[in-house]
């Protein structure tokens, strides 16, 4: 059997789309540009690749995009400044920090830095808190972007089995709350998981966000299963030449599509929802920040 390729690179071209008409009928009707401040500290090279493409896209869809590279011995308290700084601006609608931050900025001061009507990112315990007990408000991206992925994929999704492979802010425990509400059975694996294969086996659904290349082999998954790979692991890739690399995800892609029902790619899979879900998520907080009813049909 070979898996159906889960296409996240086209279905999320079609939701720049429709986030580009609402950027536009901002702008003529109400004469507002949303705006997208991404800050990255330090010169992470995969960070690089990212913050650019979401700069290139935010443009694209008609947005303002505002970007801020400060070194890697920026203090914690000139990245707060700057926080402050972008909270108060009124062309700015959303910030985002990249993640991961240098050793000596405590990301969880940044986060509580940031104005929770530009949290884009659905990172502050406001909008945390919003996404676990179900209000409206920004729900993350990368996650949101798995779930659109999967509805589009699945249809209804009640009652799988949904295991969750890594338990971060940023993409395993977010994850868990939108499938917990889809009314999957949902476990997270960590570290600490013992027997991780066997856990795996049990799933209708597999999401893998560990970032460690090729770790989920093809005999964890339970035949027909949807995996979603979210990893991005950039490896030495000599057949294209010395010293050149390639992304894979966190999944043994190249057997696994033999056993999988469906399998998201890397690239191409989960990388462009998240950015199209970034944009979305600003549409949204610039029609709330100007007291606008956001549109509904973006993510829903
Ligand atoms: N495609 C996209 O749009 C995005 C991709 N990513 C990618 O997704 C991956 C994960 O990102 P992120 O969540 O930020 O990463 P983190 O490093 O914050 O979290 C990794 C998680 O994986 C778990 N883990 C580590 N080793 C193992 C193991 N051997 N078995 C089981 N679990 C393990 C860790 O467990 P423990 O908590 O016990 O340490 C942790 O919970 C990365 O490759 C990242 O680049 C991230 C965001 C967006
Ligand atoms: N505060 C914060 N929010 C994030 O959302 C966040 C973060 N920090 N830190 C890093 C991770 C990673 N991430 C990606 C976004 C897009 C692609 C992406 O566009 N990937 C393309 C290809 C990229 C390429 O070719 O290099 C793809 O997979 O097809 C990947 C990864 C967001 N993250």
Partial sequence: MTAKLIDGKAFAEGLRARVAGHVERLKTEHGITPGLAVVIVGHDPASQVYVTNKAKQTVEVGMASFKYELPEDTSEADVLALVHELNARPDVHGILVQNPLPPQIDPLKVIEAISPAKDVDCFTPDSVGRAVIGLPGP????????????????GSLSGLNAVIIGRSNLV????????????????????????LPSVVRQADIVIAAVGRPNMVKADWLKPGATVIDVGINRVPAPDKGEGKTRLVGDVDFAAAKDVAGAITPVPGGVGPMT?????????????????LLPPRDLTA
């Fill in 275 to 291: 950015i199209a879900c970034l944009l979305a998520n600003t549409v949204t907080t610039a029609s709330l920040i100007n007291r």
């Fill in 172 to 195: 395993g425990k977010p994850m868990a709350q939108l499938l917990l509400h889809e009314n999957c059975t949902v476990t997270i694996a960590h570290s600490r998981t013992k027997d």
């Fill in 139 to 154: 729900r993350s991206c990368t996650p949101l972007g798995c779930l659109m992925l999967l509805r589009d994929t699945l």
